[in-house]
């Protein structure tokens, strides 16, 4: 292996998953500060990544299928596209490609296989493979349970990376620019904390009812004079405006970023957040913010993706069905309070 190799790290998957890859991409570029880093992700993981100061540059990943989800979208346009991308990688000349999935995933292992490089990746659970990987990594998703980012951090064993150069944070820069526009539109009292508190779930199922939003709100309120940013996707805006109505003598703002840039430099603004497990969450750990997160009483989820380097409680039912929609508005305020104050006290 060269002294200062050049490496392609290829995560496709969802912000949640991108954020748990920052700290593999700060220990590669602390570990070769000489050597090249790539990065082949989703355009919809760009504004996680577009700053991030380990990447030396960022490939877009084409999707064949699900063409809507390109930068263009257009068949004709796609399979361009998707020519073009084969072409730059291929003229990279890596010498090692790194798969980063919690399992194997094997439209990223069939493009490393085309790249002339050292492929490591997640081994299949049936041990077969229809492509060559070099480097198998087995037990990943074994008990005991370890966090996504150390799950990820384990394939870069092969590459002479060890577990002590773990970084303890993610890694997540807000465009000032957004920052500044965000801040520009609010009405809230600069002399106030800002809570924010994301209603929405992916999962409709897996929503927390609106009266509890809003008795949680009312609880905080009673000890901490904040005012309450109420985040929600544009889908929800009737739950928001139900909410609004519940709470309307305590300062608040409905707030619907219109994409993930400004969802982020929404956050950046605030003091402490409140929100379900997932992408959000891992946003809010990115930039630091101490966060409760709401949490089915799995233990995957419990111990497999919780805020990684900042302060949090999280909260789940361990009393009936250990559901989201069914944690007590009580038991998610009683964590605000501890961890405001745990984290807060001097700012």
Same mark, same amino acid.
């Given at each position: 292996?060269?002294?200062?190799?050049?490496?392609?790290?290829?995560?496709?998957?969802?912000?949640?998953?991108?954020?748990?890859?920052?700290?593999?991409?700060?220990?590669?570029?602390?570990?070769?500060?000489?050597?090249?880093?790539?990065?082949?992700?989703?355009?919809?993981?760009?504004?996680?990544?577009?700053?991030?100061?380990?990447?030396?540059?960022?490939?877009?990943?084409?999707?064949?299928?699900?063409?809507?989800?390109?930068?263009?979208?257009? &068949?004709?346009?796609?399979? #361009?596209? %998707?020519?073009? +991308?084969? !072409?730059? @990688?291929?003229?990279?000349?890596?010498?090692?490609?790194?798969?980063?999935?919690?399992?194997?995933?094997?439209?990223?292992?069939?493009?490393?296989?085309?790249?002339?490089?050292?492929?490591?990746?997640?081994?299949?659970?049936?041990?077969?493979?229809?492509?060559?990987?070099?480097?198998?990594?087995?037990?990943?998703?074994?008990?005991?349970?370890?966090?996504?980012?150390?799950?990820?951090?384990?394939? &870069?064993?092969?590459?002479? #990376?060890? %577990?002590?150069? +773990?970084? !303890?944070? @993610?890694?997540?820069?807000?465009a000032p620019s957004a920052i500044d526009r965000e801040a520009l539109t609010s009405t809230s009292n600069p002399r106030l904390p800002v809570i924010a508190v994301h209603i929405s779930a992916r999962d409709p199922r897996r929503e927390w009812p609106t009266s509890r939003f809003a008795a949680l709100i009312r609880e905080i309120y009673q000890t901490i004079p904040a005012t309450f940013w109420i985040i929600h996707a544009p889908n929800d805006a009737q739950r928001a405006t139900a909410l609004h109505h519940e709470i309307n003598k305590i300062p608040h703002e409905l707030i619907s970023p219109s994409d993930t840039e400004a969802l982020i430099a929404t956050m950046a603004l605030t003091t402490l957040m409140i929100c379900q497990e997932g992408g959000i969450l891992h946003l809010a750990a990115g930039l630091r913010l101490p966060t409760v997160g709401l949490f089915e009483n799995t233990s995957e989820k419990i111990r497999g993706w919780y805020p990684w380097g900042c302060s949090h409680r999280l909260v789940t039912n361990t009393q009936s069905s250990g559901l989201i929609k069914d944690i007590p508005a009580a038991d998610v305020a009683a964590a605000v309070l501890e961890l405001y104050a745990e984290s807060l006290p001097n700012q």
């Open positions: 292996m060269p002294a200062q190799p050049n490496i392609l790290i290829i995560r496709l998957g969802l912000l949640g998953d991108m954020m748990c890859t920052t700290p593999m991409l700060e220990a590669v570029k602390k570990h070769f500060p000489k050597g090249r880093l790539c990065l082949l992700s989703n355009e919809y993981n760009r504004p996680v990544i577009a700053r991030n100061p380990f990447i030396d540059q960022i490939y877009t990943y084409i999707h064949s299928k699900d063409r809507q989800r390109n930068p263009r979208s257009g &068949l004709f346009a796609s399979l #361009i596209d %998707a020519w073009r +991308l084969k !072409r730059n @990688l291929k003229r990279e000349r890596f010498d090692w490609v790194v798969v980063c999935n919690g399992g194997f995933n094997k439209p990223s292992v069939r493009i490393a296989q085309g790249l002339g490089a050292q492929i490591v990746s997640a081994a299949r659970e049936d041990g077969s493979y229809d492509y060559h990987v070099d480097y198998p990594i087995s037990g990943l998703l074994a008990e005991p349970i370890e966090h996504e980012v150390v799950r990820t951090f384990k394939l &870069l064993a092969p590459l002479g #990376i060890s %577990a002590t150069e +773990l970084p !303890r944070h @993610l890694t997540l820069t807000p």
